[in-house]
């Protein structure tokens, strides 16, 4: 997965399953690849942002203070406070952060010379749902203690007799389930987001490259699909950092609940 | 935002609670197909029952996530 549309060119055809795997930099045995780099530089950006927009915080806010403001304030009272009420604002640093991140990262996608967001790597999802996983269990244990903790979570109320019917699809649901969808679903959705601009960019150069004008001038066709399907997957990037974290807070919400 | 915390929140609140009922009903319905026709599988792997036991634990399965989304959002 090449970033630029003339080293994409370059590449072979068609496109194998060692496309996937993004080449290792400075041959350090490949742990150091291109979406390292994007998570160290989104890292950096965010820190950066936040340090900037509260140091030294006015009442009548600058401009950057009042971007970094909009962003917290959304999470605690678009996110936090409707989930999980005014216990939620304690978790409000963890969904701004979170927000951020997913967002800021999923835009490279469509950001030129990076182009590929580090969510279309399952890797980086995977670790994304597994920080909110122990988040939301440890809420929940910490509350209830293991034993009651468990027991809401998988025993529904319902008739004794049906309850072994049950019991194993809340479990499978509660504790298989929601990490697996939370980690795919941004995956899915970034890397096909990815593969349908691709798609759309290179089928352009491949129809230039054909021996016809009439099937020549389709490439520009394919290329105006391109640009529309960016603004597309400009509304893909928001939503899925949103979903993602409101999940998370549904998920803590749900184990924090006394009873179903 | 600070002068009325009453009106957001509760916009807030239907949007969030209207995805997240979705997402719990998806989630169980697939739920239970997997667990219940996993377990079917293994059935028809013990005693070579060609796929009937699957068949039979996905249908349960279904019936069994129907339940519990009906039980948790019916009330």
Do not use: C
């Not at chain 1, 989104?42 to 970094?68: D, E, Y």
């Not at chain 1, 590929?116 to 939301?136: G, K, M, R, T």
């Not at chain 2, 069994?64 to 959002?73: H, Q, S």
């Amino acid at each position: 997965m090449s970033s630029s549309g003339a080293g994409l060119l370059a590449s072979e055809f068609p496109p194998s399953v060692e496309e996937f795997f993004p080449p290792a930099l400075f041959g350090l045995d490949g742990w150091l690849t291109k979406f390292t780099i994007f998570a160290w530089v989104a890292v950096g950006v965010l820190i950066v942002f936040f340090l900037a927009a509260s140091r030294n915080p006015k009442i009548v806010p600058t401009r950057l203070q009042w971007m970094g403001e909009s962003i917290y304030g959304f999470a605690r009272d678009g996110i936090a406070v409707p989930n999980l009420g005014h216990e939620g604002v304690k978790f409000a640093p963890y969904f701004a952060t979170l927000f951020s991140f997913i967002l800021l990262t999923n835009l490279f996608s469509i950001v030129p010379f990076f182009q590929i967001s580090p969510n279309a790597h399952i890797a980086f999802p995977i670790l994304l749902a597994v920080i909110s996983y122990v988040i939301f269990n440890y809420v929940g244990i910490r509350k209830h203690g293991l034993v009651k903790y468990v027991k809401t979570a998988v025993v529904p109320n319902a008739p004794w007799y049906i309850l072994p019917l049950l019991i194993p699809i809340e479990f499978f649901s509660t504790f298989i389930v929601r990490p697996v969808t939370l980690s795919v679903r941004l995956f899915a959705n970034m890397f096909a987001g990815h593969m349908i601009l691709l798609v759309f960019t290179l089928g352009g150069f491949a129809l230039l490259g054909a021996n016809a004008w009439y099937i020549q001038s389709i490439s520009v066709l394919s290329w105006l699909l391109a640009i529309v399907l960016t603004f597309l997957e400009a509304l893909v990037i928001l939503l899925q950092a949103y979903v993602f974290v409101v999940l998370t807070s549904s998920y803590i919400q749900g184990a924090l609940a006394e009873e179903h | 935002m600070t002068e009325s915390p009453q009106r957001p929140r509760d916009d807030g609140q239907d949007h969030a609670t209207g995805s997240n009922t979705g997402w719990l009903a998806v989630s169980y319905l697939i739920a239970g197909m997997a667990v219940w026709g996993f377990v079917g599988w293994l059935i028809d792997r013990w005693l070579h029952t060609g796929g009937a036991a699957t068949a039979v634990g996905i249908v349960i399965g279904a019936a069994g996530g129907v339940y519990l989304v009906v039980r948790r959002m019916g009330s």
